[in-house]
């Protein structure tokens, strides 16, 4: 399996302008993370989804940002409009069992300018 | 408030010696301890995890302990090398069905 797999690599993009990460889990793989890493604030959970449904949304920062899961093999999260302090570098993470194991993403290293 | 602590942002040793890393954390009964490694530009990889009711799990060269009664988890890694040089990442997981809260690592270097 080619890992969990995320697109872009990098995104440069304007303050105000719509951003759309994604995400493609491990085949088999049930639960579904969407994580943002800066170095003030580490590696903080935005939303954490379970057989494709939202289970825990308490990190998403405001209502600018949404993640949607249609099926287990996609999953997207959007920041609409973007401002410059959601410059980070955001992983999606998933895995298959409990405990967890989490499997990361290279990551997408967002910068709004 | 909750909080997970992790002892220094930077740790510098010799290779050959153990690596000692430690976790705090703060308002949080974890069912499950767990701790990552991430190189520069890539996302956190597995390497171990410790349950509750363990005291101590190894595998190779790493060995974690977890103190439910401390509130504390000990990484080490013995004998270490350059290549173990990376960021280290405590994370837990409170029951079954929660997600995982990371720390917000250590980063280590050993020098040859």
């Known amino acids: 399996d080619a890992g969990v797999i995320q697109s872009p690599r990098h995104e440069v993009t304007e303050m105000g302008q719509e951003v759309t990460l994604r995400c493609k889990p491990i085949?088999?793989?049930?639960?579904l993370f969407w994580y943002r890493q800066t170095m003030m604030r580490g590696l903080e959970l935005l939303i954490y989804?379970?057989?494709?449904?939202?289970?825990?949304d308490s990190g998403m920062p405001e209502d600018r940002f949404s993640a949607k899961m249609p099926n287990a093999s996609f999953s997207t999260l959007k920041i609409q409009p973007s401002e410059p302090r959601d410059s980070a570098v955001y992983f999606c993470a998933s895995s298959f069992r409990t405990p967890i194991e989490a499997f990361f993403g290279q990551g997408t290293r967002l910068t709004v300018v | 408030s909750q909080k997970i602590e992790q002892n220094s942002e930077a740790l510098n040793i010799q290779e050959g010696k153990t690596a000692t890393l430690t976790c705090n954390y703060t308002n949080y009964s974890p069912a499950y301890l767990q701790w990552y490694r991430q190189d520069p530009g890539r996302g956190p990889v597995f390497l171990l995890l410790i349950r509750e009711n363990e005291k101590e799990k190894r595998k190779e060269r790493l060995k974690v302990t977890f103190d439910t009664t401390l509130k504390q988890s000990l990484f080490h890694i013995t004998a270490s090398q350059p290549a173990d040089s990376a960021t280290y990442l405590c994370?837990?997981?409170?029951?079954?069905?929660?997600?995982?809260?990371f720390g917000k690592g250590t980063t280590l270097s050993v020098s040859s």
């Open positions: 989804f379970n057989n494709n449904v939202p289970i825990d």
């Open positions: 085949s088999g793989h049930n639960s």
């Open positions: 994370a837990l997981q409170q029951q079954a069905g929660t997600a995982l809260i």
